[in-house]
């Protein structure tokens, strides 16, 4: 199934913004498994060039041959990692933290880290990154990339000030600026705490942050 994502009559988009690209769906019926349009179609492991009428009409997938390949490393926790750019989508699961890629300029969609802890309570991390946004990086023929995916991550606490008003929020924040999700058993852990405290100790107070 062919899907003009972008919604502007074509179907043959190509794009490294993800919201431009169209989506092409191969698999049984009913299956959610969508697929960027791009330079390549991946269809069990094997990589196909497509030829797509414009109209949507038809598409045509032929054995890509003679494609130049490059890794990406990134930690060896990591038990999935996402990437999207010209070449299409590419969904990987690295092998001692390393990954083959088509040549070509991606950005990362989204990865994943479980570890269980000493009480065997299993956390999860997972990245993703928004359309045209961080964690860009180009693959080159016979070369390794490494990219800062994986552990550790980063925790932010940024305020805003209207009048004698403050608000404040926090986020998790990955190595190459993709935003951060970390769940404990599979459910978001109770929310971080704020503490805040004056600088004569007059004013001493934990406040708890809300998700949404």
């Known amino acids: 199934m062919l899907v003009d994502y972008n919604v502007n009559g074509a179907f043959n988009d190509k794009s490294a913004d993800f919201g431009q690209c169209d989506r092409v769906r191969i698999g049984e019926k009913g299956s959610q498994d969508s697929r960027y349009v791009g330079n390549y179609v991946e269809v069990d492991n094997k ?16 054995e890509a041959a003679d494609v130049s390949y490059g890794t990406v490393r990134i930690s060896k926790d990591v038990s999935s990692f996402s990437v999207g750019g010209m070449n299409g989508l590419f969904n990987r699961k690295p092998e001692n933290g390393v990954v083959k890629l088509p040549v070509g300029d991606y950005r990362i969609v989204s990865w994943s ?7 065997g309570v299993k956390w999860e991390l997972r990245g993703s990154s928004y359309r ?8 080159k023929s016979g070369e390794e990339k490494s990219l800062a995916v994986g552990e550790p991550v980063y925790s932010k ?3 805003q000030k209207s009048g004698t008003s403050y608000m404040f929020n926090q986020n998790l924040e990955g190595g190459q600026g993709e935003q951060i999700e970390l769940l404990r058993n599979g459910a978001q852990p109770p929310p971080p705490k704020l503490r805040i405290r004056s600088r004569d100790g007059t004013y001493d107070r934990a406040l708890s942050f809300e998700y949404g």
């Open 47 to 62: 990589l196909y060039k497509p030829e797509i009428a414009k109209d949507g009409a038809f598409i045509i997938l032929t």
């Open 113 to 119: 880290l479980i570890k269980n802890d000493d009480k």
């Open 132 to 139: 045209g946004g961080p964690g860009g990086f180009t693959v």
């Open 157 to 159: 606490a940024q305020y």
